[in-house]
C-alpha cells in the first residue's frame, strides 16, 4: 500500500532563507509525486508533480523538488523564502495508473519571519 | 471552464440531520474523489469513481454514500450528521491521459 510521511508537522525559516519540507513515500510500483500548497481558509494549489521525466521538477513560485529512487524522497525546497510562502503544504503519491487516487501527508505548515 | 465546482461553501447541521454536498466538474473527466480534511490529518479519501455508474470506498467511508448517475456529477451524502463529521470536504477529478487532479475549492461542515 501506498503511504506518504512527511517530516516535521511545523517548520519556520526567516524571510530570505533556504526553505527545505521533508516528504517519504511507500509505493510498489513507480510512483506519481506530487506537492500541493493551501493558504489559509483556501482550497489546493498544486505546485509541481513527477510523473516519470526529469527527476528534478521545477514548479510554481520558485519552488522545486527532487525525486530519489534510493531515499524514497521528494522533498520540496525554495532557495530564498518570502512571507507569502506561509501556508501549509502537502506531499501526495499516486501509483501513476489511470484513476488512482491521490494519497496525502499530513502536511506541513511553514512560517516565515521577517 | 468551471473546472470542479462544490457547494455549499459552508453548511452547520445538527446532529442526526442529512445533507448532500454537491460536486460537479465539466472537463468529462472519468475519475473523481470525495476527500475530507482535519486538522494535522492531510486529506483522507472517503469515496471514489472511476466513471458513470461506478463508485467504491476509500479510506474512511463509514456515515456517507455516494452515488455517480452521470460523468459530471459525483454528490457526497450524510445522512445522519455527527458531530466526527464536522470537516473541510473537497472534491477532486482527474481525466485519463495526464496526471493532473483537479480540486474544488471545498465545503466547510459543522456538525453541532
Same mark, same amino acid.
Not at chain 1, 61 to 85: C, I, R, V, Y
Not at chain 2, 3 to 31: A, E, W
Not at chain 2, 53 to 81: C, H, M, Q, W
Given at each position: +500500500?501506498?503511504?506518504?510521511?512527511?517530516?516535521? @508537522?511545523?517548520? @519556520?525559516?526567516?524571510?530570505?532563507?533556504?526553505?527545505?519540507?521533508?516528504? $517519504? =513515500?511507500? #509505493? %510498489?510500483? !513507480? !510512483?506519481?509525486?506530487?506537492?500541493?500548497?493551501?493558504?489559509?481558509?483556501?482550497?489546493?494549489?498544486?505546485?509541481?508533480?513527477?510523473?516519470?521525466?526529469?527527476?528534478?521538477?521545477?514548479?510554481?513560485?520558485?519552488?522545486?523538488?527532487?525525486?530519489?529512487?534510493?531515499?524514497? #524522497?521528494?522533498?520540496?525546497?525554495? !532557495? #530564498?523564502?518570502?512571507?507569502?510562502?506561509? +501556508?501549509? =503544504?502537502?506531499? +501526495?503519491? @499516486?501509483?501513476?495508473?489511470?484513476?488512482?487516487?491521490?494519497?496525502?501527508?499530513?502536511?506541513?505548515?511553514?512560517?516565515?519571519?521577517? | 471552464?468551471?473546472?470542479?465546482?462544490?457547494?455549499?461553501?459552508?453548511?452547520?447541521?445538527?446532529?442526526?440531520?442529512?445533507?448532500?454536498?454537491?460536486?460537479?466538474?465539466?472537463? $468529462?473527466? $472519468?475519475?473523481?474523489?470525495?476527500?475530507?480534511?482535519?486538522?494535522?490529518?492531510?486529506?483522507?479519501?472517503?469515496?471514489? %469513481?472511476?466513471?458513470?455508474?461506478?463508485?467504491?470506498?476509500?479510506?474512511?467511508? $463509514?456515515?456517507?454514500?455516494?452515488?455517480? @448517475?452521470?460523468?459530471?456529477?459525483?454528490?457526497?451524502?450524510?445522512?445522519?450528521?455527527?458531530?466526527?463529521?464536522?470537516?473541510?470536504?473537497?472534491? +477532486? %477529478?482527474?481525466?485519463?491521459?495526464? =496526471?493532473?487532479?483537479?480540486?474544488?475549492?471545498?465545503?466547510?461542515?459543522?456538525?453541532?
Amino acid at each position: +500500500a501506498q503511504s506518504v510521511t512527511q517530516l516535521g @508537522s511545523h517548520v @519556520s525559516v526567516s524571510e530570505g532563507a533556504l526553505v527545505l519540507l521533508r516528504c $517519504n =513515500y511507500s #509505493s %510498489s510500483v !513507480p !510512483p506519481y509525486l506530487f506537492w500541493y500548497v493551501q493558504y489559509p481558509n483556501q482550497g489546493l494549489q498544486l505546485l509541481l508533480k513527477y510523473t516519470s521525466a526529469a527527476t528534478l521538477v521545477k514548479g510554481i513560485n520558485g519552488f522545486e523538488a527532487e525525486f530519489k529512487k534510493s531515499e524514497t #524522497s521528494f522533498h520540496l525546497t525554495k !532557495p #530564498s523564502a518570502h512571507m507569502s510562502d506561509a +501556508a501549509e =503544504y502537502f506531499c +501526495a503519491v @499516486s501509483e501513476g495508473q489511470a484513476g488512482t487516487a491521490l494519497i496525502f501527508g499530513k502536511g506541513t505548515t511553514l512560517s516565515v519571519s521577517s | 471552464n468551471a473546472g470542479v465546482t462544490q457547494t455549499p461553501k459552508f453548511r452547520i447541521l445538527k446532529i442526526g440531520q442529512s445533507m448532500t454536498l454537491q460536486c460537479t466538474q465539466d472537463m $468529462n473527466h $472519468n475519475y473523481m474523489y470525495w476527500y475530507r480534511q482535519d486538522p494535522g490529518m492531510g486529506l483522507k479519501l472517503i469515496y471514489y %469513481s472511476v466513471g458513470a455508474g461506478i463508485t467504491d470506498k476509500g479510506e474512511v467511508p $463509514n456515515g456517507y454514500n455516494v452515488s455517480r @448517475s452521470t460523468t459530471e456529477d459525483f454528490p457526497l451524502r450524510l445522512e445522519l450528521a455527527a458531530p466526527s463529521q464536522t470537516s473541510v470536504y473537497f472534491c +477532486a %477529478s482527474k481525466g485519463e491521459i495526464n =496526471y493532473g487532479y483537479t480540486f474544488g475549492s471545498g465545503t466547510r461542515l459543522t456538525v453541532v
